[in-house]
């Protein structure tokens, strides 16, 4: 089966080798998408000290940043918010965060519910606290 890749022009610029996303199917994929800003290593809410380590950050203004990047990849890629299917979100601290987090999901996952899985891992490859992997259908 073939595949096409996509990538935002609008959505911040993947950290390594990868598309924004890959459609096989009627089906879109996203990699690993973070609350960073295109063209810049601006990560809203996060305040880093001259070594690059986080100081203190903000999870509302990240998870929105999130949310704000999948919607431009979806678009971009020629689906919408509507057609996610299902969304597994990485959490850097669980404890602290996933009661704001999980209140905001909710909010913009009100008309459209996918399968979610929430995981927390210890650390993402820049200092941001949430990481969503979005599948979509096209």
Not at 26 to 47: A, D, H, M, Q
Not at 99 to 120: G, I, V
């Amino acid at each position: 089966m073939s595949s096409q890749k996509f990538d935002s022009g609008k959505a911040p610029e993947p950290v390594g080798a990868y598309p924004h996303a890959r459609k096989v199917g009627n089906l879109l994929f996203l990699s690993g998408v973070g609350p960073r800003e295109r063209g810049t290593k601006k990560i809203p809410g996060v305040e880093l000290d001259a070594d690059g380590n986080i100081l203190s950050y903000d999870i509302e203004a990240q998870c929105h940043s999130v949310f704000k990047n999948i919607r431009y990849i979806l678009e971009d890629s020629g689906s919408s918010w509507d057609n996610i299917v299902d969304v597994t979100v990485f959490l850097t601290n669980m404890k602290d965060d996933f009661k704001t987090y999980n209140r905001l999901y909710a909010e913009y996952f009100k008309d459209n519910q996918p399968c979610r899985t929430t995981l927390e891992i210890n650390c993402l490859p820049t200092p941001i606290g949430i990481e969503l992997k979005v599948i979509a259908t096209i």
